[in-house]
């Protein structure tokens, strides 16, 4: 299931015996495992105990099972939690299998992993018992509608274009989008403000550097130059110098290149290049705006100004002004 139905799946059902987190998204994981110790673990320091996955290795492992199969002292449950736990189907047949198949009634094992883990790690989602919890990054929509949520519980109305423009500037990361509404929230009740504008989360909500890079973009597209003098002056005053901005650029345009040779929809293009869907997408759009060939030539433009400030022909900062008149007043 995906971790927005998390809450309900568990008001609905109540504990399961073994529950998988799996994502990139730590916002997602951490919110899962703490509602889990609140419900069900009313003496954490009795009854919660934490393993690091990569030291539990052969004869290792019995000591997770035995934690787990541990009555619990005064709590409803006892849970354990194990971290980036990927053990394989040899480990998992000669020393998990039981415990999986005949989980304890008063326990709860918790998997949290980042990853899917490396080829040959036995399937932990596929496994009896298991209840999977996708922890990958939710869709624009699905944020979206988090923050408006979060908004209208808290007493505070806020319409659906600047959700959208809270989530971009976070790069669509849950973790900042937690901390930013609730800074955001805290602003407007010591405001007396019931309503969350564009103007307010523009004032205090600086855009992640990867929204910026990709502002700069934009406006490259646009032809903008003033728009992109702005982004740059922006970038440069929050500590990112003519080289970062140029590697920054020389990235971008590489990976526009790399999205225009892919085929299929966000999330094939985004399994292709070992990116986010949500990267993905905003790529895709980028290169229907620049066009392959003007990608490319933006790319070698400012791989070239790079290449010239390494052999000591440009300063970062005349290899960076170099860029902009190839890009801006070149065929002028």
């Given amino acids: 299931m995906k971790y927005v139905d998390f809450k309900k799946f568990t008001d609905e059902n109540g504990a399961q015996p073994i529950y998988l987190f799996e994502g990139e998204e730590v916002y997602f994981r951490e919110k899962g495992e703490g509602m889990l110790k609140s419900r069900f673990v009313s003496e954490p320091t009795l009854d919660y105990v934490s393993f690091d996955g990569s030291t539990l290795k052969g004869d290792k492992l019995k000591a997770l099972v035995d934690a787990v199969n541990c009555f619990p002292f005064i709590s409803e449950k006892r849970l354990v939690r194990v971290l980036e736990f990927y053990p394989t189907e040899k480990e998992f047949d000669f020393y998990l299998k039981p415990l999986f198949e005949t989980p304890p009634k008063d326990g709860i094992l918790l998997i949290v992993n980042g990853g899917k883990g490396k080829a040959g790690t036995a399937s932990l989602a596929k496994k009896p018992n298991v209840t ?20 209208k519980r808290a007493g505070v109305y806020v319409d659906g274009v600047t959700c959208g ?126 066009g392959k060939a003007r990608v490319v030539e933006l790319y070698q433009a400012v791989y070239g100004a790079i290449s010239e400030v390494k052999c000591g022909k440009l300063t970062p900062d005349s290899a960076l002004k170099t860029v902009t008149a190839k890009v801006f007043f070149e065929n002028s």
Avoid: H
């Avoid at 999977?132 to 908004?151: H, N, P």
């Fill in 132 to 151: 999977y919890v996708d922890c990958g990054r939710s869709d624009e929509e699905t944020i979206k509608k988090w923050i408006f949520v979060t908004c």
């Fill in 165 to 290: 423009k809270l989530a971009s500037y976070c790069v669509y990361d849950m973790s900042r989008i937690s901390k930013e509404t609730e800074k955001l929230l805290s602003y407007c009740e010591a405001a007396g403000i019931d309503r969350l504008t564009d103007e307010i989360v523009d004032g205090l909500v600086y855009p992640d550097s990867e929204y910026k890079i990709y502002e700069l973009a934009n406006a490259l597209a646009r032809k903008n130059y003033s728009a992109y003098m702005k982004v740059l002056k922006d970038l440069s005053t929050r500590g990112n110098n003519e080289t970062a901005l140029l590697s920054s650029l020389a990235s971008y345009f590489r990976n526009l290149y790399e999205t225009s040779l892919c085929r299929g929809g966000d999330r094939e293009v985004a399994t292709a290049l070992g990116v986010k869907e949500y990267a993905a997408k905003k790529n895709r759009e980028q290169v229907a705006k620049f």
